[in-house]
C-alpha cells in the first residue's frame, strides 16, 4: 500500500497569507496526485490533478507541485472561502488519501 | 453536468448488509471512460477509497475490504450499488459515490454523502 502523509495537520492564517501544505508519499507516484477542498456536511471538491493541473472552475490562487514522493498545494492569497480541510491523494496505485490538513482562521 | 445521487438505508444491524445505491444523471455510465467508485468517511476522519466499477462490469476493491465488498452496476437505470457484508460498528460512516474520469485520476464529481450508523 501507498501511504500519504500531510503535514502540517493543522495550519492557523488569516485572509491575504501564502499557505503552503505537504504532502509525502511512502513511495514513488510520478504526477500522479490530486488536491481536494472540504467544508463541514460537504463532499470533497477536486482543485488538482496529475500534481499541477487546475481543475476547471478552480480560482487561481490555487496551484499544486511536486512529482515522486514530495508534493505541495500553495493558495497564493488565503481567501475566506478558503477555511477548510485540504487532502492530497494518490492514483499510481489505486487510490489512497492523506490524513488531511484543517486551514482555520488565525 | 453529471450528478449522483446516494440511496439507501441510514442504519444497519451489526453482522447485516449494508447495500446503497447510486444514481447517476446529467450523463451516461454506459458511455465509458469513468470509474464509478465509492468512498467513505467514518467520524471526523479522512476518506478511504472502497471500490470502483467500469461500465462493462469490471471491478477492482480496496484489499482492505475485498472479501466483503460487492459493486455492481445497472446501465439500464444509469445506476452503482455497494454491499458490504458482516459490518460492524466501525463501517459507520458517510458514504460517497463519485466518479473518476480515467484521463485525469481525481474523483471530479461526488454525491452529497450518506450516513449510514451501524447499530442494533
Redesign the interface.
Known sequence: ?IQMTQSPSTLSASVGDRVTITCRASQSISS?L?W?QQKPG?????L???AS?L?SGVPSRFSGSGSGTEFTLTISSLQPDDFATY?C?Q?NS???????TKVEIK | QVQLQESGPGLVKPSQTLSLTCTVSGGSISSGGYYW?WIRQHPGK????IGYIYYSGST?Y??SLKSRVTISVDTSKNQFSLKLSSVTAADTAVY?C?S?VVI?????Y????TLVTVSS
Open positions: 500500500d500522479w490530486a481536494y460537504k463532499a470533497p471538491k477536486l488538482i490533478y496529475k493541473s481543475e487532502y491523494q492514483y489505486l487510490w489512497t488519501f492523506g490524513q488531511g | 467508485s479522512g476518506l478511504e477509497w477492482y480496496n484489499p460517497y463519485a473518476v485525469k485520476g481525481g474523483f471530479d461526488w454525491g452529497q454523502g
